[in-house]
């Protein structure tokens, strides 16, 4: 069980890292006056993919061993995991994601990406808290074959 749920979280995970930076991308480019790239950069899936995969897998395998989360249980743990993909998401992750996209460091401030990623970490958790609770419930019925609406609250 404990295998499965690890590869359960890691499937989330690469879903997550698939789906949030396009719509993050298509969101902000819509905001700014209008989509010019639907897809958007490159680099931005890179950066979150290594975080979400591991953080996810991980909390498969952790939460497989777990049979009765309560729900504030599961929010500490939200908010964990949350904090840890964005931040070295938003600052490793983007490092990392710029350098293969980029093909070097030349055009990377790395000053500047550590500070701008650990200030938006924080400043957008009001959005990505819930999301990521939203997350981990999905996670947690999946890896226990739970109905909908049977968890403890």
């Not at 979280?9 to 997550?16: E, N």
């Not at 994601?97 to 550590?114: D, K, P």
């Not at 981990?136 to 403890?152: E, T």
Request: contains cysteine.
């Amino acid at each position: 069980m404990k295998f499965n749920a690890t590869l359960k979280g890691i499937l989330i995970g690469m879903i997550i890292s698939l789906i949030v930076p396009f719509l993050m991308m298509n969101i902000l480019q819509g905001v700014m006056g209008g989509i010019t790239n639907y897809f958007g950069e490159s680099w931005l899936y890179i950066a979150l993919f290594i975080p979400c995969t591991c953080a996810f897998g991980y909390l498969g395998y952790y939460l497989s061993m777990k049979n009765n989360l309560l729900n504030k249980q599961r929010w500490k743990i939200t908010i964990v995991l949350v904090l840890i993909v964005s931040l070295f998401g938003g600052t490793i992750g983007t490092i990392i994601g710029e350098t293969i996209v980029r093909g070097g460091m030349e055009t990377i401030s790395i000053q500047t990406t550590v500070l701008s990623g650990i200030f938006y970490s924080f400043v957008f958790l009001p959005i990505t808290l819930p999301l990521g609770k939203f997350i981990v419930d999905i996670l947690y019925q999946w890896v226990h074959q739970l109905p909908w609406g049977s968890m403890n609250t």
